[in-house]
């Protein structure tokens, strides 16, 4: 049973934006708080965003101010908005619940390079 579902992902030049979309299970969004985490080459899975039940956000302190987290319960839709990329953002995206409670998906690539 596939419970997430990211998408969005590309490759971006610095200082670009790209927009994830992470699509969740009707379990998932409507009893978890939900987050973004990255993986990068030869690094350990990060949290970068997490956004509870009734919308409060919170971000890594790496984010500073780019990215934004969102989520329409509606579409069971969360959203990663990123700007100004650096190339050091490049990493497969990923999205679960949070606490994590689900199989971790593909993820969505995102490379930022000139």
């Known amino acids: 049973q596939v419970q997430l579902v990211e998408s969005g992902g590309g490759w971006v030049q610095p200082g670009e934006s790209l927009r994830l979309a992470c699509a969740a299970s009707?379990?998932?969004?409507?009893?978890?708080?939900v987050a973004w985490f990255r993986q990068g080459p030869g690094t350990q899975r990060e949290l970068v965003a997490r956004?509870?039940?009734?919308?409060?956000?919170k971000y890594g302190d790496f984010v500073k101010g780019r990215f934004t987290i969102s989520r329409d319960n509606a579409e069971r839709t969360v959203f990663l908005q990123m700007n100004s990329l650096k190339p050091e953002d490049t990493a497969v995206y990923y999205c679960?619940?949070?606490?994590?409670?689900?199989?971790w998906g593909q993820g969505t690539q995102v490379t930022v390079s000139s």
């Open positions: 679960n619940s949070f606490p994590v409670a689900a199989s």
């Open positions: 009707p379990k998932i969004i409507s009893s978890y708080s």
């Open positions: 956004i509870s039940n009734d919308g409060r956000p």
